[in-house]
Structure formats: structure tokens, C-alpha cells
């Protein structure tokens, strides 16, 4: 089992930046696909970012240049900075994991998911 806990989610104002954090459980993180996920009430969960097990990375189309993923082997962790934020994002994140080898960008692609963090973007 992989457990995963984000952080880092709060109250910002359009424009603004926010850092999210996600801690995974395993001695194996490395070797894990990670990703990171929103959902918006009323609408379905989409994909956000993912980083694969050699740190390359694939970004949603609206948030390319502006979010960036990253992890931390050594502190088992994987991260989400995001920058000029919009309203339109106000979301609970989430942090998934695939032992897999490769994950697919859709929420079908892995196999662990965190509690969520929200993420509130006022305009």
C-alpha cells in the first residue's frame, strides 16, 4: 500500500502563487509515477501534471508555463508549484501515485490517491 498526504493548499488571490506538497509512504518512491490531479464541484477530475520515474514531465495544456511538478526522491515527496493563479482553478488537488512503469494523463492511470488539498483562488 501507498499512502499519500498533500499539503500546501489554501486561500490565494488571482495572480498569486501557491506550492503544493504531497508525502508518500514506501520505500520505493522512486521508482513510483507520479501525478497530480483537480476537481472542481459539479465537474469531473482532470489532469493536472505528472512526473515520471527520471523527473520528465507532461503538463495540462492550461496550466503549461505556469505550474511546475518536481519530487524529491530522498524526502519521498513530489511537488506542485503553481503560479499566476485564476479563479477559474479553484479546486481540491490531488496527489496520485502508479507503481507502474508508465501512467497514463487520466485518472484511470493510477493506483493511490491522497485526501486532497483545496485550493481556493479569489478574484
Known amino acids: 500500500q501507498v499512502q499519500l498526504v498533500e499539503s500546501g493548499g489554501g486561500l490565494v488571490q488571482a495572480g498569486g502563487s501557491l506550492r503544493l506538497s504531497c508525502a508518500a509512504s514506501?520505500?520505493?518512491?522512486?521508482?513510483?509515477?507520479m501525478g497530480w490531479f483537480r476537481q472542481a464541484p459539479g465537474k469531473e477530475r482532470e489532469f493536472v501534471a505528472r512526473i515520471n520515474q527520471s523527473s520528465g514531465t507532461t503538463y495540462a495544456d492550461s496550466v503549461k508555463g505556469r505550474f511546475t511538478i518536481s519530487r524529491d526522491n530522498a524526502e519521498r515527496t513530489v511537488y506542485l508549484q503553481m503560479k499566476r493563479l485564476k479563479p477559474e482553478e479553484t479546486a481540491v488537488y490531488y496527489c496520485?501515485?502508479?507503481?507502474?512503469?508508465?501512467?497514463?494523463?487520466?485518472?484511470?492511470?493510477?493506483?493511490?490517491w491522497g485526501q486532497g488539498t483545496q485550493v481556493t483562488v479569489s478574484s
Open positions: 514506501g520505500p520505493t518512491f522512486s521508482s513510483y509515477y
Open positions: 496520485a501515485a502508479s507503481v507502474s512503469y508508465f501512467a497514463g494523463p487520466t485518472p484511470t492511470g493510477f493506483d493511490y
